[in-house]
């Protein structure tokens, strides 16, 4: 099992770049593939990137690729969501997850979640 923090949400202008940061706790993060989820006011969560076990591979939603980067780093059983070029349509709850599942890559099979972090841009 795995418990997930995020941490570095907050009021940004259309733009602007910030860094999410999730940190786990646990022995066996390394083994877990993750991702960032988000969800905004009155809509359904979507996913947003997924990075496997190793980081030697990542997936985006198309509505963040080339703007988003997500990356992990094992040995602080943490993992990041580099944001630039903000919009204000990113505003919303982004959580972090962890997958033990196949599907992970297209944001399925996510069993622990994190309480999540608000992300603000304002136009």
């Known amino acids: 099992q795995v418990q997930l923090v995020e941490s570095g949400g907050g009021l940004v202008q259309a733009g602007d770049s910030l860094r999410l940061s999730c940190a786990a706790s646990?022995?066996?993060?390394?083994?877990?593939?993750m991702g960032w989820f988000r969800q905004a006011p009155g809509k359904e969560r979507e996913f947003v990137a997924a990075?496997?076990?190793?980081?030697?591979?990542?997936y985006y939603a198309d509505s963040v690729k080339g703007r988003f980067t997500i990356s992990r780093d094992n040995a602080k059983k943490s993992v990041y969501l580099q944001m630039n070029s903000l919009k204000p349509e990113d505003t919303a709850v982004y959580y972090c997850?962890?997958?033990?599942?196949?599907?992970?890559?297209?944001?399925?099979?996510?069993?622990?979640w994190g309480q999540g972090t608000q992300v603000t841009v304002s136009s």
């Open positions: 997850a962890a997958s033990s599942g196949r599907f992970y890559y297209i944001g399925r099979d996510f069993h622990y």
């Open positions: 646990g022995h066996t993060f390394s083994s877990y593939a």
């Open positions: 990075i496997s076990w190793s980081g030697g591979s990542t």
